[in-house]
């Protein structure tokens, strides 16, 4: 279904005070992390206005930091908490995969629970009947299904609720978190059925995991402490979220430096050894099938931010000659480069670079940390460097892609990020070999052998 301009939910101005009372829990939190927390004077203030609307065939994502107020605010919408202020419209079948087993009683087995769940939903006793197997079968529990709940595993309470919000044909579905309980093969199995879902329905998803934000959704609301931080498309939501969580940096210095004139330098060689083999190569380069990539230029004023320790001033591409390259095809070897001024000296430096898709999801992502791991470069005051990564560009589905480019210091788990910036570099691919999947690789054989001749 394409995204209509029809309003499925609409949260507008909402707002939801705890009352000092009402948690034991966010009291001790809230002596634990006093920053994190504000107080009105008749309690904590779990969400403050929030206002988005979802609508009809859209995927709405929601992020933030634990404690920030996601869940409360799928509880509210879901009915389960009263807000203090503020209003929501709802429309159509709403069906929610909350908190672990919300709405399953322990006592009853999971087959007594999926009845009382289902026509909650609004499910009449023929309907759950003739849908009982296929619950039984997508949640893939067995014979446990006529155990009580209690004896569940978590990832079997998320397998036999997610399953019941699958079979009750709802027009809004609200998903928390759950996804990551569970096996890899289950997971997969709810991103699927979601994708289809989007076809018909409308989601309000919450997640940690920013990949699968960026694989499902359509616009992402960022909530922190209760505040509505952002609210649009999910490329820049998600940039903007990361941003934040490498925040407790100043702003970056302003970049003045322009690229540096190459006309009169030698460049050498920059690879040894040849790229790939891939057998198709011939007929690839020589068909429409050649995987052109189109590289813009490096956008000075890109988003950046970091302590600004460092200025990232010019990102571009180079060929094996070192060239660089306005244009450049799937398979061939190239190295992403990006050049800094170092304001600072610096230890153990970190470069980086991800390539990310349309979507944001992350297709590529590497630095210098294994390569450097016995010596870690350090930069010197005054100085400008250039970091090179070479690599052979695998075969790029059609799509356009942004790289974003990082300068950081210390080590892969515990790093300050002197300058990050997001989309440095740009480029589009218009046609290509890929036949499935996100990228390509070179096929370096396919054949087909006889193995046993049974007909003599
Ligand atoms: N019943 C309650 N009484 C008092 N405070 C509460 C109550 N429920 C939640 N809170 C507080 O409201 C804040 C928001 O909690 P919420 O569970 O909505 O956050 P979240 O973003 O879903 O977190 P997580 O990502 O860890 O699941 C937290 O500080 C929490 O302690």
């Avoid at 404690?67 to 919408?77: D, Y």
């Avoid at 590497?366 to 695998?394: M, Q, W």
Wanted: net charge negative; aromatic share 10%; proline share 3%.
């Amino acid at each position: 279904m394409q995204n209509s301009n029809h309003v499925v939910l609409d949260v507008k101005d909402l707002g939801k005070v705890f009352s000092p009372s009402s948690n034991h829990f966010s009291g001790l939190l809230e002596q634990l992390l006093p920053n994190c927390f504000k107080k009105s004077d008749e309690g904590f203030v779990a969400l403050d206005t929030i206002s988005f609307e979802v609508r009809r065939g859209e995927t709405v994502g929601i992020i933030g930091r634990n404690g920030s107020g996601k869940s409360t605010l799928l509880q509210i919408i879901c009915g389960t908490i009263t807000p203090t202020s503020g209003s929501i419209y709802k429309e159509g079948r709403i069906a929610a995969l909350l908190e672990l087993g919300a709405g399953f009683n322990p006592e009853y087995t999971g087959r007594e629970n999926v009845k009382i769940n289902a026509s909650i939903y609004g499910l009449t006793k023929r309907e759950i009947d003739s849908k009982m197997q296929s619950i039984i079968d997508f949640s893939e529990i067995g014979d446990f299904i006529d155990q009580p709940v209690k004896h569940y595993s978590s990832g079997m309470f998320v397998r036999l609720a997610f399953s019941v919000i699958v079979h009750v044909d709802a027009d809004v579905l609200i998903i928390d978190e759950a996804l990551a309980v569970g096996d890899i093969l289950f997971s997969q199995k709810c991103i699927r059925f979601l994708k289809e879902f989007r076809q018909r329905g409308s989601i309000l998803f919450v997640s940690h995991d920013s990949g699968a934000i960026s694989q499902l959704c359509d616009r992402v609301l960022w909530i922190d402490s209760g505040i509505q931080k952002g609210l649009g498309d999910t490329a820049t939501v998600l940039d903007q979220y990361l941003e934040f969580l490498y925040s407790t940096q100043q702003e970056t210095q302003p970049v003045q430096l322009g690229p540096l004139d190459e006309s009169k330098r030698e460049m050498p060689a920059l690879f040894n050894h040849e790229p790939w083999y891939d057998a198709r190569k011939d007929v690839i380069e020589t068909s429409n099938l050649s995987n052109h990539i189109e590289i813009c230029k490096f956008e000075a004023q890109g988003q950046n931010f970091g302590d600004g320790a460092v200025s990232i001033f010019d990102a571009f591409i180079r060929d094996a000659n070192g060239r660089k390259l306005i244009g450049v095809t799937g398979g061939s070897q190239v190295a992403i480069c990006f050049s800094f001024f170092a304001h600072q000296d610096i230890e153990s430096v970190i470069v980086g670079f991800l390539i990310k898709d349309r979507c944001g999801q992350v297709i590529i992502g590497d630095n210098n940390c294994i390569i450097h791991h016995e010596n870690p470069p350090s930069v010197e005051k005054g100085k400008r460097y250039e970091a090179r990564f070479g690599i052979t560009l695998p075969y790029l589905a059609v799509s356009e892609y942004t790289i974003s480019i990082s300068v950081a210091s210390g080590n892969q788990a515990d790093h300050v990020q002197h300058c990050w910036n997001h989309n440095a570099i740009i480029f589009y691919v218009e046609k290509g070999p890929v036949a499935h999947g996100i990228f390509g690789v070179p096929l370096e054989f396919c054949s087909l052998e006889l193995i046993e001749d049974e007909s003599v």
